[in-house]
Structures are given as structure tokens and as C-alpha cells.
């Protein structure tokens, strides 16, 4: 290979195509809980002013979600791994760990969600990742991003 | 289902590198210890079950993405004004 980059054009959810390279690249391993077969996903951002990041599968177009650095609403986050389990992505503390949450972006976004009890999270130097559940019981499946500590946003 | 009796710090093993032991039983509820290599994840069914159903939602989901940027930064601006 003479570039490192090795730019392609791949097929998304969102209905475009869009170029990346192998930097946007990442491997899920065993899946994300319920879609184990599809392990190859690049990252691409949204747009420059979005906070949002799409996690597109590289095998099936159709397969898309929305992820986000939870840091950026939730700042004291740091959920809770076993060493074992880090370990299977080459990682010996989750402070070396960048975090994914999947979004869930509703009819009215107001009430968007971010998964904070099972973040993806990755290590950037080998670009493996994994979906990995938070042994800490204050992390919520459905953290609302814009409600005050993660509770459904007051109604104006 | 294979139903197994088993008391008190009895233990059964699923292939050759598991092993669930009985840590308690008081009423209805089991204490089950489990050794297993680190490369099997062990969980409670129920949370298990609820993060893959809020996977498949999010896979589904089809609201405004560009408007849900709006309003985090819209959010951002007003704490910052606060």
C-alpha cells in the first residue's frame, strides 16, 4: 500500500455516499448487542458545527446510529469496566478509552436519549471498540441529553 | 432446558472453563458466583435485553438529526448565558 490514507467512497444510511479513509475506520468486536454479525463500522461526522457522529456499517449501508461523546452533556461521566473486559480491546484503563453513546433521536428530538449505561467504547491506537455495559447502576439506557442530570426535559 | 438440583456451594460447569457456583439462597433469591475466562461477558438477562432493544431503536430512528444539533447547541448558549 502506498498511502495510508486509502480513500473510498462507501454507501450510507443517510443517503449520500461519502469518502473515507482508513483513519474513520473501526471494529467492532462481537457487534453491538443485538446486530453481533456486523463488526466493521466507519465514523464520520455529521456536519462541522454537530456534535453527533454516525457509526455507518460498512456491510449494510441501511445500518446506521447516532453516537455522541457523552462528555459533551454529561462532563463527571465515567462509567465502570472490569479490567478483563477493557483488556479485550487492548485497554488497561478506561481513561485511555474515547466513549461513544448510541443516540436514539425521536419524532420530536427534544426527547433525545444517549446510552449511557452501555457506551461504545474505543481505543483509538488499534481502532477496536466495543459495546460494553456499566456496571454503575446510575447510568441510564435513556439519558436525556437535554434534561437536567439525564431526566426527561420539562415540558414549556 | 437441562434443570439441575444443586445446594449450597455446589457448583456446575458449562463447558471447560465455567463455572456457576451457589453463593446464597435466602427466600426467592440466588446468589450465583460465576468464574468464567475473561473473554465471555456475563450479565442480568433483563439488562442485557434492554440495551439490545434500545440498539434496534436507535438503528430505527428517524427523527431530525440536524435539529437535535440545533437544540444541544441552543442549550449549551443558554448555560453559558445563565
Known amino acids: ?156 | 432446558m437441562l434443570v439441575l438440583a444443586r445446594h449450597l456451594n455446589e457448583s456446575i460447569i458449562i463447558g471447560d472453563d465455567i463455572e456457576i457456583v451457589v453463593v446464597s439462597v435466602q427466600h426467592d433469591q440466588v446468589k450465583l458466583g460465576i468464574k468464567a475466562p475473561r473473554n465471555i461477558s456475563v450479565h442480568r438477562k433483563e439488562v442485557y435485553d434492554e440495551i439490545q432493544r434500545e440498539n434496534r431503536l436507535a438503528a430505527d430512528a428517524r427523527g431530525d438529526l440536524s435539529k437535535g444539533a440545533e437544540l444541544l447547541k441552543q442549550r449549551f448558549k443558554d448555560e453559558k448565558n445563565q
Do not use: C
Open chain 1, 1 to 156: 500500500m502506498t498511502t495510508s490514507e486509502n480513500k473510498r467512497l462507501i454507501k450510507t444510511r443517510f443517503g449520500k455516499e461519502v469518502e473515507i479513509t482508513d483513519k474513520n475506520l473501526v471494529t467492532i468486536k462481537d457487534g453491538l448487542l443485538g446486530f453481533e454479525t456486523y463488526e466493521s463500522y466507519a465514523v464520520i461526522p455529521h456536519g462541522d458545527e454537530s456534535p453527533f457522529l454516525w457509526l455507518q456499517s460498512l456491510d449494510e449501508p441501511q445500518l446506521a446510529f447516532i453516537t455522541i461523546d457523552p462528555r459533551i452533556f454529561a462532563q463527571d461521566y465515567v462509567p465502570n469496566f472490569s479490567e478483563n473486559e477493557l483488556s479485550s480491546i487492548e485497554l488497561t484503563s478506561i481513561s485511555e478509552a474515547v466513549l461513544l453513546a448510541i443516540v436514539v433521536i425521536p419524532d420530536d428530538p427534544k426527547l433525545m436519549t444517549a446510552n449511557l449505561q452501555a457506551p461504545i467504547v474505543l481505543n483509538a491506537k488499534n481502532r477496536q471498540g466495543k459495546q460494553m455495559i456499566s456496571s454503575s447502576q446510575e447510568h441510564k439506557v435513556r439519558h436525556y441529553i437535554l434534561g437536567k442530570n439525564g431526566e426527561p426535559p420539562e415540558k414549556k
